[in-house]
């Protein structure tokens, strides 16, 4: 569907917001570092994430197909501690 057809369909107030180039922000929230780094690569489920989001909005006539641009925004996870005890962390 071109950008024409999702902007039709909206209303006026939300087609005015479409056309213009505000950016998107998409908080993807706390995430693991492995899947961070993905994202950065272009790769992984976060980015599958950011797609989905987009194609509803898009669908929902609340973005234009091509008009803006898109802040991703994540969080890295910090690693959980492991024990140094021998005993496993009992004590």
């Known amino acids: 569907m071109s950008a024409k057809g999702l902007i039709s369909t909206a209303d006026p107030a939300t087609a005015k917001l479409a056309s213009e180039a505000h950016p998107m922000f998409i908080d993807l929230g706390k995430q693991k570092a492995k899947a961070v780094k993905k994202l950065r690569k272009g790769k992984g489920r976060l980015l599958d994430d950011v797609r989905e989001t ?3 909005l898009q669908a929902a006539g609340r973005v234009a197909a091509n008009a803006q641009p898109v802040i991703v925004l994540v969080r890295v ?5 492991r024990s140094r005890s021998p005993l ?4």
């Open 77 to 81: 996870k910090p690693k959980k501690r």
């Open 54 to 56: 987009l194609q509803d």
């Open 88 to 91: 496993g962390g009992l004590f």
